[in-house]
């Protein structure tokens, strides 16, 4: 451990009554006195004071806030049914609030009442949400990759208990709103004069109709925030990751820290012994041979388990500040690490058993390497030489740069790649400052199959641990996973909230399509003597129905229209945090979206419609 060692997270529990911002100010002097007494290694370094909730949610605090949202929207939606089934009730029992107005009741009381009704049927709603809840969180946890842990709950506790009686308020509030307005716009003397018949007035329809396309427009929302996950992750899927994963074994090892393997130099260098490249060299020869093997290779890292990072020099080129040192990814790589991969070689050549010890060290780049930092000639031949970071320690001698290959995209996702440069695990220093042997002590083992991999994992694992004890019984073997499941969990997050989302998004169509189908419904049930005098007057039935499907296109359009005009505006806050290769405005997904909702929409006022049309035009004259 040495000053030159800056990766470090460090924790501490403030005192009560000491806050972020204090200890902030009081750490900022300590690490300028530490950047003036060693400017070397300290110099334009600082500190910066977190709380623990902050440093863990950054963004995952903005995408649970999206999904917050998304649920806000459903409860809205879901409100928006409630109160329409209430309008409806409203209708049945305009004699029953006329006669307690008659007897006294004010306009207070009976608003109270449709409040304290609406408090019954949310209390019912939130008792029935709580009790669900743990089923709830264990339905999530299915479609939740296996490492994201957010979901276990063990109990619910007076938190969520508490949060669910204010929603539960807040809802009887929300959809109880509405017939408590009706209420207090009832006209009492203008229902006592049309007493032989209940209508729906305009503005009770206005009001049903204003709700139904807020629940599409909302709907719409979600539906597009949906489509553009799922564009996404076609698009990421569709980026050539430049190697082929498919039926490739890895098994991380790491050997132990021990006087077997690596050497202290005082004061702060380390030396890898002999023992270090002899047993890789047994194991990567032993686990090539094993039945079923096509090719095998072994690397320091994958992108999964991080990079080093060198900066270089390039011979015959001036010398450049240290502020202006490029900087690659730095790996070291097997003969035949390119073929196990499927990487393509665009030039040169890659290594083999030549790139050994004893001659001129070698390097392969990658296409981003050769077009940044040689984008008008030809790599091939040019001498660099790394130098290990940050403790500003050159390689034991320059490598030339023998091939470049195509670029390695784990992180499928990344706009711009970062350029990458290879070294031959037989061309390594046996001297490393600080602890870089570490990076030398860690292997992945890469084992490409002639077959399925995954019908031969468990005895390929099996054998290859039995070489490895073979070897050294002291070695444990980590993270034994195919290629294409270390791809996938780069995309395991993004998948998951698609899936979050597409859930919402069917509970949305779903709520939206009752809500079509309850209003639509309710206007043929008012409308039907008028049905009947246009039957009784010859009127087509199939008058009727695009009648009603007239009146229902018309809500379903406005919320269409809405909500993609609102759903433009709010998708935005998902394009820098999971978007991809798509933008929020997209015609493709908003498009989709419209016909769907139209679609289910279209099939929920047709059953109405239907209805209207098979009425009989003497019952329906005679309907009160």
């Known amino acids: 451990m040495t000053r030159k060692e800056h990766w470090f997270t460090a924790m501490a529990r403030l005192k009560p009554g000491v806050t972020v911002g204090r200890a902030q100010a009081e750490l900022e002097p300590i690490a300028a006195r530490l950047a003036k007494a060693y400017p070397e290694t300290n110099k334009d370094t600082g500190v910066k004071v977190k709380g623990m909730r902050e440093w ?170 949906t489509g553009l996950m799922i564009r996404t992750i076609w698009r990421v899927q569709g980026v050539d990751p ?39 060299a047994h194991l990567f020869e032993r686990a090539s041979k094993l039945p079923g093997v096509e090719s095998a290779a072994y690397t320091s890292d994958l992108p999964d388990t991080g990079i080093q990072v060198r900066t270089f020099t390039v011979a015959g080129q001036p010398l450049l500040r240290e502020d202006q040192r490029p900087s690659v990814g730095y790996y070291e790589v097997s003969p035949g690490y390119f073929h196990t991969m499927h990487t393509p070689v665009l030039l040169g050549r890659v290594f083999d058993n030549t790139d050994r010890a004893g001659v001129a060290w070698t390097t392969v780049v990658d296409e981003t390497f050769a077009k940044r930092f040689f984008p008008s000639e030809n790599p091939i031949g040019k001498m660099i030489r790394f130098r290990y970071e940050p403790y500003k320690v050159e390689e034991a001698q320059p490598r030339m740069i023998i091939g470049v290959v195509g670029n390695i995209k784990f992180w499928r996702r990344s706009r711009n790649p970062f350029p990458i440069a290879y070294a031959s695990t037989l061309q390594q220093p046996q001297t490393f400052p600080g602890g870089r042997s570490s990076a030398h002590l860690r292997r992945r083992l890469l084992l490409r199959t002639r077959g399925d991999v995954r019908s031969t994992l468990a005895a390929l694992t099996s054998a290859v641990k039995t070489i490895i004890a073979e070897e050294d019984k002291t070695i444990a073997v980590n993270r034994v996973k195919t290629l294409d499941e270390l791809v996938a969990e780069t995309e395991l997050f993004t998948t998951y909230i698609t899936r979050l989302l597409a859930v919402f998004g069917i509970i949305s169509i779903m709520l939206a399509s009752i809500g079509i189908y309850g209003v639509m419904s309710y206007t043929v049930a008012e409308r039907t003597n008028e049905i009947g005098i246009r039957l009784a007057l010859g009127a087509h039935r199939a008058h009727v129905v695009r009648m009603v499907l007239r009146k229902s296109f018309t809500l379903v359009f406005a919320g269409i229209g809405i909500g993609i005009t609102a759903g433009v505006g709010l998708t935005r806050v998902m394009a820098d945090l999971l978007l991809f290769g798509v933008t929020p405005w997209d015609p493709a997904t908003y498009g989709t979206v419209a016909v769907v909702i139209a679609t289910v929409a279209g099939i929920a006022s047709y059953l109405p419609a239907r209805r209207a049309a098979k009425l009989d035009p003497m019952l329906a004259l005679h309907h009160q």
């Open 56 to 225: 863990f949610l950054e963004d995952t605090g903005k995408v649970m806030g999206l999904l917050l949202g998304a649920v806000g929207f459903v409860l809205l939606i879901a409100c928006a049914n409630v109160a329409n089934l209430l309008l409806a009730r409203f209708g049945a029992r305009a004699g029953e609030i006329t006669v307690r107005a008659s007897l006294g009741a004010s306009r207070g009381r009976l608003v109270a009442q449709m409040f304290s009704e609406s408090l019954v049927l949310a209390l019912l709603g939130g008792v029935t949400g709580y009790l669900a809840t743990g089923w709830v969180i264990g339905a999530f946890n299915l479609l939740a990759p296996d490492w994201l842990s957010t979901l276990e709950v063990t109990s619910v506790d007076w938190r969520v208990l508490l949060f669910t009686i204010l929603i539960t308020s807040l809802t009887a509030l929300i959809f109880g709103a509405a017939p408590a307005y009706r209420v207090s716009r009832f006209d009492l003397s203008s229902y006592l004069k049309e007493a032989s018949r209940i209508t729906l007035s305009k503005s009770s329809y206005r009001l049903r109709a204003v709700l139904v396309v807020t629940e599409i427009a909302l709907a719409i929302v979600l539906l597009a925030g």
């Open 242 to 280: 430049g190697f082929d994963p498919r039926n490739v074994l890895t098994i991380e090892t790491n050997l132990a820290d021990q006087k077997k393997y690596v050497s202290p130099i005082p004061p702060d260098t380390q030396k890898l012994n002999p023992a270090v490249d002899l047993f890789y």
